[in-house]
T-cell receptor, first 113, second 109 residues
Framework: DVKVTQSSRYLVKRTGEKVFLECVQD?????MFWYRQDPGLGLRLIYF???????EKGDIPEGYSVSREKKERFSLILESASTNQTSMYLC????????????FGPGTRLTVT | QKEVEQNSGPLSVPEGAIASLNCTYS??????FFWYRQYSGKSPELIMF????GDKEDGRFTAQLNKASQYVSLLIRDSQPSDSATYLC?????????FGAGTTVTVRA
């Protein structure tokens, strides 16, 4: 089974702090993704990566950056956390097959106060 | 217009009935279509995917795709209380998946 893990289930940070969210997958998938999920807005893509050191902006990249130094690890960085970044953050990975089905980690619920 | 729209729900069905979930998408170039189930407080898990027009069955679940109408649906037969969850439709276009907002299904005993 595909296993995607995220570093924290719950995180509380203060406004202005730098926040790192880590994601690791163990299936040698090329593609990795970061989403946020908010009530009524569904899942929105922040960034994705299709190879080591490669990254592409998703639909809502503002206020975020990412890092992918190793194939199995994809980090989301909030340079200066703000209260409107309070959300559930979900990491996903997928193989490069045509299907592109994505497998999700358990999520990190981030609260910025 | 949103890229992926789902019937808003919530949808309440009696145990043993068929739950029918609908999804429309705007991009005719979309290639693959996915249904995810998400329990409250949990992350989405893949139920099934479909690429070609027609029906695809997997156990109690049937996905139906009509590319001409830009429509994909999910039928859950013999609904069980454990099927109570939010169901997300996702559509692949180019490199990414676009998700609908989800339909919440409640199966009442």
């Amino acid at each position: 089974d595909v296993k995607v893990t995220q570093s924290s289930r719950y995180l509380v940070k203060r406004t202005g702090e730098k926040v790192f969210l880590e994601c690791v997958q163990d299936m040698d998938h090329e593609n990795m993704f970061w989403y946020r999920q908010d009530p009524g807005l569904g899942l929105r893509l922040i960034y994705f990566s299709y190879d080591v050191k490669m990254k592409e902006k998703g639909d809502i990249p503002e206020g975020y950056s990412v890092s992918r130094e190793k194939k199995e690890r994809f980090s989301l960085i909030l340079e200066s956390a703000s209260t409107n970044q309070t959300s559930m953050y979900l990491c996903a990975s997928s193989p490069p097959r045509v299907g592109y089905e994505q497998y999700f980690g358990p999520g990190t619920r981030l609260t910025v106060t | 217009q949103k890229e992926v729209e789902q019937n808003s729900g919530p949808l309440s069905v009696p145990e043993g009935a068929i739950a029918s979930l609908n999804c429309t998408y705007s991009d005719r170039g979309s290639q693959s279509f996915f249904w995810y189930r998400q329990y409250s407080g949990k992350s989405p898990e893949l139920i099934m995917f479909i690429y070609s027009n027609g029906d695809k069955e997997d156990g109690r679940f049937t996905a139906q795709l009509n590319k001409a109408s830009q429509y994909v649906s999910l039928l859950i037969r013999d609904s069980q209380p454990s099927d109570s969850a939010t169901y997300l439709c996702a559509v692949k276009t180019d490199y990414k998946l676009s998700f609908g907002a989800g339909t919440t299904v409640t199966v009442r005993a």
